[in-house]
C-alpha cells in the first residue's frame, strides 16, 4: 500500500516588511518552495502575511489593497511548480467591508476564502476598526469573484477524497474563543486545523496559546497548525515573536524558537490515520456532531490529492519513543509511576473492604511483577491501618528456582515485615507427574504447566484456610501474549498488575524502591532495612525476566529467558501500544518500529517478532476473556469487561498475511 497515513505539514513564519506586499510575497514564495521541497503537502503563514498584519490605517489605502490582491496573485501563479497546498494571509473587500482572509492555494487555483469569524477588538487589539467579523457573511455568501473566477467562500471544508483526509482553517482570534470555528470544522469532519495567526508576545502569553492549541487538538480529536508572525512585524507598541506549533490530538510534535531574526520554517506529521481512529472509536462524536454541528452551513471543497508520507521512499522526520508507555522525561515517570501505584493501591483497598478480607496471598518468585503485586499489598495495608504481617507472602521454589531469586524474594519478605511462608512444590509436582503418567524428564509444557498450577493452588487454599484473597501477579503484556498457565498464574481474586505493561514495572518498582525506602520522601518505618529493601529491588530489577519453570544451568543461573522465547519485552510493548491505542496496521508498524529501533534490531529481526505478536495476541485471546478483576492505569487495557471485546476464535489471517507480503 506504501501509503503511511502521516501528512507532512509545514508551518512558516517569513521575515516581512510592513505594507511592502513585493517583498512578502516574495518571502512567502520562497518559504513555500523550501517547505515542498523538504516534503510537506500543507504549509502554513501567518494571518495577513502578504502585506504584514500591523499595516493599521494603510489597510483603508487603495494602493495597499490592490498590491495585496496582486501578491495573492503571485502566489497562485508560483504555486503552479509547488506540489502542496498554500494556506496565506490577505485581505478582502467585499461590498462595503474588508475582511481578515485566508486563502488555501492549490496548482495555480485558489480553491478557497476563509474570512476570520470573530475579531479581537480591546486591550492591544482594535481590529474592528479595519475589518468586519466574518461570522455574519460566512453564513449568507458562499462564494465571490476574484481573479475572473468563483470562489467558495465562508464555511470551508477541503477535502482529499483519495486519502479521506479533511482540513479547515480559522485565523488567530477564532481559536481564543469559547466555542471555535475549529470545533465546528472538526464536528464536520475535519482532521487538521490550521490557524493563521499574528499574536503578540506579553509575560506568560506563550504558555498559555500553546495550552490553547494542545486542548483544541486534543478535544477536537485534530492535528492542529498554527503559525504566527515574527519580530518583522511593527514594533510601535507590541511585539510578535513568529510562534508556530503543530500538534496532535493533545501532544504538541513541533514549535519553534520564538523571535527567530530570520524565516521560520517548522515540519510535523500528522497522523490521519490515527485521528480517523479515535474518531471512530468515540461514538459520542457523532452525537455531539448531530446535536452542534450545523452540517447545512459548510461547503465542501475537493482538493488534488494531497502528498502523504510514502513507505517506500521516504523517512519520518517524527520520532516515536522505544517505549511509548514510559515518558521521557524524569519527572514525568515519576509523577506517572506514583499515579499507577495509587490507583493499584485504591483499586485493591475497595477490593480487601468489599470482600471483608481478613488477609490477602501473593505468590513471590523473586521476579518483577510478584515484587511490584508484593509492594502494592504492602503500601494497602498501611494506607487501611492494618499490619503488614496480615499478609501472606508465600515462596515456592521448584525445578527452575535459582539461588538469586529465591534469596530475594525471602529478603524482601522478610524486610517488608509480612508473614512469610515457604512451600516448596517439587514433592507435590512430581506425585502429579506419577498420576497424570507424566515422564519428568520430558521439559515439556506439561512439565512447566503443572508447576504453574501447583503454585495457584496452594495459594488458592491458603486463602481459603485464611479467608483471605489471592492477590495476582500477572502484567499486561504476559496478558497480551498469552504468558500464563491457563487456570495456573492466569488466575487470582484480584490482579493489581493487569494493565500495567512490562517495561513499565520495572520504573514502578523502581520509583517504590527510590522514593519510599530512600530519596528526600524516604519512610523511615517503611521496612525494617530500607537500604537493604532497597537494593533487594534493584537487584530484582536487573535479574533477567523468566517464569523459573525450567531448571539452571550447572552454575545455578536462569536457562528459561523469557525474551528468547517470545522476543524482546521492549519491542512487545511498542506493537501492543500502537496496535491497541491507534489501531496501527501491520506494514505500518513495521516501517515505523524499523526507523524507531534503528540500530538496535535489523527489519528481519523486529518482522519476526512482529509476526509472532499478532499469532500470540490473537491465539490467545481466550485466557483474556475470563482474565479476573484488575484496575485500569493506563490509555491500554485488555479487559474483556471494559475497552477490549474480542472473540476468543478471531483469526489472525489478514494482518499475518499483510506481514508476509512485504519485503525483508
Not at 481564543?176 to 509575560?203: K, R, Y
Amino acid at each position: 500500500m506504501n501509503q503511511s497515513g502521516f501528512l507532512r505539514v509545514a508551518a512558516v513564519s517569513p521575515s516581512l516588511k510592513v505594507a511592502n506586499t513585493l517583498y512578502n510575497t516574495e518571502q512567502i514564495i520562497t518559504c513555500a518552495q523550501q517547505a515542498a521541497e523538504k516534503g510537506a503537502a500543507v504549509i502554513l503563514f501567518p494571518e495577513l502575511s502578504v502585506t504584514a498584519y500591523t499595516c493599521a490605517d494603510l489597510f483603508y489605502q487603495e494602493e495597499l489593497y490592490q498590491a495585496n490582491l496582486e501578491g495573492l496573485h503571485r502566489i497562485s501563479e508560483a504555486s503552479r511548480t509547488v506540489d502542496a497546498v498554500i494556506i496565506a494571509g490577505f485581505y478582502l473587500r467585499f461590498a462595503n467591508s474588508l475582511y481578515n482572509c485566508a486563502a488555501v492555494i492549490q496548482h495555480g487555483n485558489i480553491l478557497g476564502i476563509v474570512p476570520k469569524m470573530f475579531l479581537p477588538n480591546s486591550r492591544e487589539f482594535y481590529e474592528g476598526r479595519w475589518f468586519a467579523a466574518g461570522i455574519r457573511i460566512a453564513s449568507d455568501v458562499r462564494s465571490i469573484r476574484l481573479f475572473g473566477a468563483e470562489i467558495p467562500f465562508g464555511h470551508l471544508l477541503f477535502t482529499d477524497e483519495k486519502s479521506g483526509i479533511t482540513f479547515g482553517v480559522e485565523i488567530c482570534q477564532d481559536l481564543w474563543m469559547p466555542i471555535t470555528p475549529g470545533a465546528h470544522l472538526a464536528l464536520n469532519g475535519a482532521q487538521i486545523i490550521f490557524n493563521c495567526s499574528a499574536s503578540d508576545e506579553t509575560v506568560g502569553k506563550a504558555d498559555y496559546r500553546r495550552r490553547l492549541v494542545l486542548q483544541n487538538s486534543a478535544s477536537n480529536m485534530t492535528g492542529y497548525v498554527y503559525a504566527s508572525s515574527g519580530v518583522t512585524e511593527s514594533t510601535t507598541d507590541l511585539v510578535y515573536s513568529g510562534h508556530c506549533m503543530i500538534a496532535e490530538n493533545g501532544s504538541l510534535l513541533a514549535e519553534n524558537e520564538r523571535f527567530r531574526r530570520e524565516s521560520d520554517i517548522i515540519f510535523g506529521e500528522i497522523d490521519c490515520d490515527r485521528l480517523k481512529f479515535e474518531r471512530s472509536l468515540d461514538h459520542a462524536v457523532e452525537e455531539c456532531t448531530s446535536a452542534y454541528s450545523q452540517r447545512q452551513l459548510y461547503t465542501h471543497v475537493p482538493t488534488d490529492p494531497l502528498r502523504l508520507v510514502d513507505m517506500k521512499t521516504d523517512r519520518l522526520l517524527r520520532k516515536y519513543r522505544k517505549n511509548p508507555f514510559v515518558p521521557s522525561s524524569r519527572t514525568t515517570v515519576d509523577a506517572r509511576c506514583e499515579e499507577i501505584f495509587k490507583i493499584q493501591t485504591a483499586g485493591l483497598a475497595k477490593r480487601i473492604e468489599h470482600a471483608r478480607a481478613k488477609t490477602v496471598v501473593v505468590g513471590i518468585s523473586g521476579g518483577l511483577d510478584s515484587t511490584l503485586a508484593l509492594l502494592v499489598c504492602v503500601e494497602t495495608f498501611k494506607m487501611l491501618g492494618r499490619s503488614t504481617k496480615d499478609i501472606i507472602a508465600v515462596t515456592m521454589p521448584g525445578f527452575g528456582t535459582t539461588g538469586k531469586t529465591y534469596n530475594n524474594a525471602l529478603s524482601i519478605m522478610r524486610l517488608l515485615g509480612t508473614d512469610v511462608r515457604e512451600i516448596s512444590i517439587a514433592d507435590a509436582v512430581m506425585d502429579h507427574f506419577a498420576a497424570i503418567g507424566h515422564d519428568p524428564s520430558v521439559h515439556d509444557v506439561t512439565y512447566e504447566n503443572c508447576q504453574a498450577r501447583e503454585r495457584t493452588q496452594i495459594l488458592m487454599d491458603i486463602a481459603n484456610q485464611e479467608g483471605g484473597m489471592v492477590i495476582g501477579t500477572g502484567d499486561l503484556s504476559e496478558s497480551a501474549l498469552g504468558w500464563s498457565t491457563y487456570n495456573g498464574d492466569h488466575m487470582s481474586m484480584y490482579a493489581v498488575n493487569i494493565s500495567v505493561p512490562k517495561t513499565l514495572v520495572k520504573f514502578v518498582v523502581g520509583w517504590v524502591a527510590d522514593n519510599k525506602a530512600a530519596g528526600p520522601k524516604e519512610d523511615p518505618s517503611y521496612s525494617a532495612d530500607n537500604a537493604a529493601l532497597r537494593a533487594a529491588l534493584h537487584d530484582i530489577m536487573e535479574t533477567p525476566i523468566s517464569p523459573e519453570l525450567l531448571p539452571p544451568d550447572k552454575d545455578g543461573k536462569i536457562v528459561q529467558k523469557t525474551e528468547e522465547r517470545v522476543g524482546p519485552y521492549i519491542l512487545h510493548d511498542f506493537f501492543l501500544y500502537y496496535t491497541m491505542r491507534f489501531g496501527m496496521r501491520p506494514e505500518k508498524l513495521l516501517w515505523i518500529a524499523c526507523q524507531t529501533f534503528e540500530g538496535e534490531f535489523d527489519r528481519p529481526y523486529i518482522r519476526k517478532w512482529l509476526r509472532e505478536f499478532y499469532r500470540r495476541f490473537f491465539q490467545q485471546q481466550y485466557k483474556r476473556s475470563c482474565i479476573p478483576d484488575g484496575p485500569k492505569v493506563g490509555t491500554v487495557t485488555l479487559s474483556p469487561r471494559g475497552d477490549w471485546r474480542m472473540p476468543s476464535d478471531a483469526d489472525a489471517a489478514l494482518w499475518l498475511a499483510e506481514l508476509d507480503g512485504l519485503e525483508e
